[in-house]
């Protein structure tokens, strides 16, 4: 069975202060990894995927991800934030077939206050 | 290029009535998803389709709710008998096909049992 742990249910930053959201993950085969975001009364957004390579891997709006398959780690940063980036941040676990889809985390919301 | 389209946005429902959400996956995607989302149990999946048929409903209530696709155009989620516990955001996802593409997420159905 495969598995996502977001530790962090909420995190309030500054504007221009960085941030980093934690994601564990467990899976049994190779993991597809993604950052989706969600703002109020929207759908999930994609901000980025890891499949292989560079465990780097940058995503939309100034957002970039590492990926550590020791640490089972998939972290989301961004160097400086907006207000606009105040939203509930997903993990996503895909075990890389389509048997149930897509694992998610419980996710953390981000508040960004001026 | 629409993206997923769910209708309608939000549903009130009385108990014991029967509540059916729309989905209209991406043009040429292959696989739809559907997931249940609330603030206790975060994102669940549900049941998905491929090439319009049904692959895996495990995550499904047996009992009241039920799932088609009759054409590659859309489908449907069909709820009988409603009970306040159903009430949440109901999203539906749609994927070209492959272990690593993209989930592209409609805006939701949020569903009100009252």
């Known amino acids: 069975a495969q598995s996502v742990t977001q530790p962090d249910a909420r995190v309030t930053v500054s504007e221009g202060a960085s941030l980093q959201l934690r994601c564990k993950y467990s899976s049994s085969g190779t993991p597809y990894l993604f950052w989706y975001v969600q703002y109020p009364r929207q759908g999930l957004q994609l901000l980025l995927k890891y499949y292989s390579g560079d465990p780097v891997v940058q995503g939309v709006n100034g957002f970039e991800a590492e990926f550590s398959k020791s640490n089972s780690s998939f972290h989301l940063r961004k160097a400086s934030v907006h207000w606009s980036d105040s939203a509930v941040y997903f993990c996503v676990l895909s075990g890389g077939d389509y048997a149930q889809g897509l694992t998610f985390g419980l996710g953390t919301r981000v508040s960004v206050f001026p | 290029n629409a993206g997923v389209i769910q209708t309608p946005r939000h549903k009130v429902t009385g108990k014991g009535q029967e509540a059916t959400l729309w989905c209209e996956p991406i043009?040429?995607?292959?696989?739809v998803f559907w997931y249940r989302q609330t603030i206790v149990q975060g994102l669940e999946f549900l049941t998905y389709f491929r090439n319009q048929a049904p692959i895996d409903d495990s995550g499904m209530p047996k009992e009241r709710f039920s799932a088609q696709m009759p054409n590659q155009s859309h489908s449907t989620l069909k709820i009988q008998s409603t009970q306040p516990q159903d009430s949440a955001v109901y999203l539906c996802a749609s994927s070209s096909g492959g272990a690593n593409s993209d989930y592209t997420f409609g805006s939701g159905t949020r569903l009100l049992v009252i």
């Open positions: 043009s040429g995607h292959s696989a």
